[in-house]
């Protein structure tokens, strides 16, 4: 039956929607030649025209990864051949105009152009940057065969749509330790994107060494930091990767964290303890102390030197007022300078940061709260709360970069994400102004990420928006999107290690046992996690469940991704079977469907009463099976012509779909509309 319900969806999905290509993101330009260069175990790669480590690492790490991801066996490389000569095996050759800078910057130039033809393929790029965007490129192109592995013959011209392309990686408020930045790295060159934000310092932990004020994370990490010889670590590898890493300490607000070790800087009266649990915090940075700014002065300074590049990111967000509102010392210092209220008092605090920022040559940016015009142009405004903010800066000389909309912590799907354009919406600012919307940012917010889930956190999600900011803005199929994010997490799995399905299944497993696991992969695919702040909020109400940092995240919608791909299939064989009732295809697919969760949900009820972690899951195992059965009920009515009498229908069809353990039923929707149609059958 599973091969049947296989079977039905290969015939249906190409026939609804065929591509030629995988690529994630797509290109600017793209056309199909005649057959394929074919790749065998001593194929090399050559560069030329610039001679650097960082671009031979890049081509040793490539043909590693196309063996990875095709399975071809490779022999060890042959030496390369001398200048002039071009050996048989050589397959790829990268040709580079100019060495690039060892750090990226703002304005490197990323465009390269690719052809491969049957008897060879040419890379060209103008600097090193370019050429590594285009190396990933051809590692998305290759694919195995019988016998070996083989490119398409195309022509590709590419280049990147906007020159900030981000992730914000949140490291404060669960601690994710090196190895886990360095794959996100991996998975970011894999994709494009250019810029780690790094998220350093929180309410919950202050997590770089520093050297010159140890109390800041001594006190202030539980011993979770990242050394000052790791953090240039990370650079480096990012730069290996074309990868600029943005570091952010965020002051004056979230910075409960600094306070354990230094209460002389707070605004209220210590003693202070890391926070275990999150939201807008009273631990905040006084404005009005002299000291406040010679730490942070060596802090910024000793920090600046540990991160090259030209940008660093004060947070600035969410600094509750009526903490220095209820301050009779703050508010005396205010009046006696002629500070007219909170906001006014906290960009003070942002004209005195710059200075310090620019004394030690680093541009200032921060969260749109900062947005004051008392403050030079140079900066760059982190835009969280809405595109109109996005623009208010742009129209006043600011540049920018948007990350609403982009919250991938908020378990939005890929096509959400993915339809979030920097500019829609933005058709008012002039030429000029759009020109400072520099791009975006995912963010990763950590309240609800570990190390075990946070690939899969991340990825394949964080595909689409790479894609919305590299590619043409005309690229908008969210249908393909999908089939092409599929294959993204193949590759990011098998070329650059990342634990994508293999940590879901893992989890599941441990969540209802090997035994139970098969059948909670059919369950699991059906549902996804509860969007927004209503895990934060309402379910911790309604369930008596307050999550803090040690809080486990190990039940089913920790194990789960955020785009259910399975009820995506059902949902497209729902509406297709409605648009063509006599589809036998999709009838068979349906039924194979429905079947296999009455047979899930048959093997799961007895483990919800065995297994502690899958106790919760006991309503939602009910209301699946009762969807499986309508479902099919529905079905049969459709294919009999008779119409469907089931009046409570709707009512158990709006039960279902109610949140249970954090979870919604996504295939409901699809349902509901089966079943309409078979109501309304004559």
């Known amino acids: ?392 800066s742009a129209e006043r000389g600011y540049t920018g970069v948007l990350s609403n909309g982009y919250y991938i912590d908020l378990y939005g799907s890929a096509a959400k994400h993915y339809l979030n354009d920097p500019l829609e919406g933005l058709d008012t600012l002039s030429a000029e102004a759009k020109a400072r919307v520099l791009g975006g940012e995912a963010t990763m917010w950590a309240e609800m990420v570990t190390p075990e889930i946070a690939d899969h956190r991340i990825w394949p999600r964080t595909g689409a928006i790479a894609e919305r900011l590299w590619s043409p803005a005309s690229v908008r199929d969210t249908l393909d999107l999908y089939r092409r994010l599929d294959a993204l997490t193949n590759r990011l799995e098998l070329a650059d290690g990342l634990r994508i399905t293999s940590a879901q299944r893992a989890m599941q497993a441990r969540i209802a046992g090997p035994e139970g696991a098969p059948a909670l992969a059919v369950l699991a695919g059906l549902v996804e996690p509860v969007e927004g702040y209503a895990r934060h909020g309402q379910f911790q109400r309604a369930m008596g469940r307050r999550y803090s940092q040690h809080t486990p995240l190990n039940r089913l919608i920790d194990a789960i991704p955020s785009d259910a791909a399975r009820a995506r299939r059902v949902v497209l064989l729902v509406d297709t079977l409605l648009k063509d009732p006599a589809h036998e295809a999709g009838r068979a697919a349906l039924t194979a469907e429905f079947a296999a969760w009455r047979v899930a949900a048959a093997e799961l009820a007895p483990l919800a009463a065995e297994r502690p972690l899958m106790q919760e899951l006991a309503p939602l195992i009910a209301a699946f099976a009762d969807v499986a059965a309508l479902g099919q009920t529905a079905l049969d009515a459709l294919a009999t012509g008779r119409t469907l009498e089931a009046s409570d229908a709707p009512d158990r069809l709006n039960a279902a779909m109610q949140p249970k353990a954090e979870v919604v039923l996504v295939v409901v929707p699809a349902l509901r509309r089966l079943v309409e149609a078979a109501r309304a059958t004559r």
Request: net charge positive; proline share 8%.
């Open 1 to 392: 039956m599973r091969r049947l319900l296989l079977l039905a969806v290969l015939f249906l999905v190409p026939a609804l929607h065929a591509q030629p290509h995988t690529l994630v993101p797509v290109p600017e330009t793209m056309t199909r030649g005649s057959g394929f260069l074919a790749l065998d175990s001593n194929f090399a790669i050559v560069v030329e025209g610039v001679r650097e480590a960082r671009l031979t690492d890049a081509a040793t790490r490539l043909r590693q990864r196309v063996g990875a991801v095709t399975g071809l066996v490779l022999m060890p490389p042959k030496p390369q051949p001398p200048s002039g000569d071009r050996a048989a095996n050589v397959k790829l050759r990268v040709v580079v105009a100019r060495a690039a800078a060892v750090i990226p910057g703002p304005s490197e130039d990323e465009s390269y152009t690719l052809e491969v033809a049957p008897s060879g393929a040419v890379l060209r790029a103008a600097s090193s940057f370019g050429a590594l965007r285009g190396m990933e490129t051809f590692l998305q192109l290759a694919e195995g065969i019988p016998g070996g592995a083989r490119v398409p013959a195309v022509q590709i011209t590419d280049r990147p749509r906007f020159p900030w392309r981000g992730l914000l990686l949140d490291v404060c408020r669960h601690w994710l330790p090196i190895e886990v930045v360095k794959r996100t790295l991996d998975a970011m060159a894999a994709v494009k994107l250019n810029v780690l934000h790094w998220h350093l310092s929180e309410d919950q932990g202050f997590r770089v060494e520093s050297r010159r004020y140890p109390r800041l994370h001594q006190m202030g990490s539980d011993g979770q930091f990242y050394t000052q010889a790791q953090v240039r670590e990370v650079v480096a590898y990012a730069a290996a990767r074309g990868i600029r890493v943005v570091p952010e300490f965020d002051v004056p607000g979230h910075a409960t964290a600094w306070l354990v070790g230094h209460p002389e800087i707070a605004s209220k009266p210590g003693p202070y303890e890391i926070l275990r649990r999150w939201g807008v915090s009273e631990g905040i940075l006084d404005p009005t102390n002299e000291a406040t700014y010679r730490l942070l002065d060596g802090l910024f300074g000793e920090m600046a030197a540990l991160f090259p590049d030209p940008y660093f990111h004060i947070g600035g967000d969410e600094v509750p007022p009526e903490t220095w509102r209820n301050s009779e010392r703050i508010q005396a210092w205010m009046r006696a300078r002629g500070i007219a209220d909170e906001h006014a008092l906290q960009a003070h605090f942002n004209r005195r940061l710059q200075t310090i920022l620019t004394r030690h040559g680093k541009r200032m940016m921060g969260w749109d709260e900062i947005l004051h015009p008392d403050l030079p142009t140079s900066i760059m405004i982190h835009s969280w709360r809405g595109k109109r903010f996005l623009a208010q």
